[in-house]
């Protein structure tokens, strides 16, 4: 993959933030995305790959918000990409949350490929952004809970690069969790692992039988009461913290 | 209680933290204590009481450093008294960490009095050490694991001056479980609450009976892999964050 393959839409900045959407073409394939990096960038950073939740899309709130503060805060680039039938992928059917979660949920259960090919459109990504002066061969961290995890920790286990993953509100369950299970195991970077102790849609159990899959020695389990959608503001900021010990906190210039 | 009540026993420094022996006399009984507050300090501050564990005492090793800690890092003072069986109340017997070990789990078994005398020390104790200047009525938390969950537990409970609590490598378990699970639901302050992966004394699914039981709603759940006493640095790292974020991280001079 190169870089040439990667069309830049635009280019704004705001408190210290540049921000550019992206799209990138891999074969027939688009892949819509955007690219946060401190204003003034240049040379080796860190990258963090934000991964969003179902129904959710690449610029929505908390993915927005923890970008910008691994920017602001560490001087690290941050990107994310849209989900498969989400965001800017979403060519047809009703843009309502529930509608789709609903098809995500149809695509998971019936599209063999959706992990593959959400794996190859991140390794894309990640070869596509790293040959730019302003992040270059950094390290490498993932976040992403839900359907973050169940597209992110697949691409977390086939891709080296990666040093250090936030995952979670996920567990050994659903369409593809056999495939979830096998790759947890092969996944020996740090991982801080957040759970929900009151989550509706994923069973606690289900959760902790996924931490117990990692074949990390170094990972940790963050729970706080709540339901699936109710993560505390303290999960994304010791997110932050994690991310920033184990990729290094900078200064990042 | 009142302070006549405290014998102070010796005086010492050592790299900005002033380190104080006492004996606090509550009726027959004595108290064997220690007090850490920074150099000079003058005024109202934070006071974190820790409880030690089983076969250990109010010195040892992560007591000292974690009172050394909050001490240095954030002005706080911090305070440990010896458990039942344990340190200077230990006056005969073996000293053998399996021996006193064992002494303290007979006395769990058969002591009906163990934990509310130990609440009583702890009340008296905050009274006789609140009544001094340097710390005075500032707020007040608790961190203790295993046993010092056990007896600290209770205390908590009871004292309504904890405003924060770190507890955990314990269940809804032993002789007195349903004093524990009775006391967690009348704990209302904020709790990080920590636990052992693969803790091969307390089963991981008691010591989350437990964390389900206690009364906050304000709680955090943090888990790592290893056993029992193999309780990683980043506990103590974040124990030590929670206390200052509860209490208030100061300056306090």
Known sequence: MSVEMVQWLDDSESLGVRERRFD????????????????????TRPLVILGHGASGNKHQDYVLSTAR??????????????????????????????????????????????????????????????????????????????????????????????????????????????RIEADAHKIACPVLFLVQWDDELFARDAAFELFDALGSKDKRLHAAPGTHGALPEEAFEESERFLAKCLGPGPWT
Chains 1, 2 share one sequence.
Do not use: C, K, N
Request: net charge neutral.
């Open 69 to 178: 503060r691994l920017v602001r805060h560490y001087g690290f680039a941050a990107a994310a990409i849209d989900g498969p039938v989400h965001g800017d992928r979403r060519h047809s059917g009703p843009a309502d949350s529930r509608a789709v979660f609903l098809h995500f949920a149809q695509v998971w259960s019936s599209d063999e490929q959706m992990t593959d090919e959400m794996v190859a459109d991140y390794v894309a990504t990640l070869d596509a952004l790293q040959s730019l002066d302003s992040i270059g061969a950094g390290g490498v961290g993932w976040w992403g809970l839900s359907m973050g995890t169940i597209l992110g920790l697949p691409f977390v286990a086939a891709e080296p690069r990666v040093r250090a993953a936030v995952l979670g509100l996920m567990g050994v369950a659903g369409p593809t969790r056999a």
């Open 24 to 43: 990138l073409h891999r074969g027939e394939r688009r892949v819509p995305g955007v690219l946060w990096t401190p204003r003034g960038a240049a040379g």
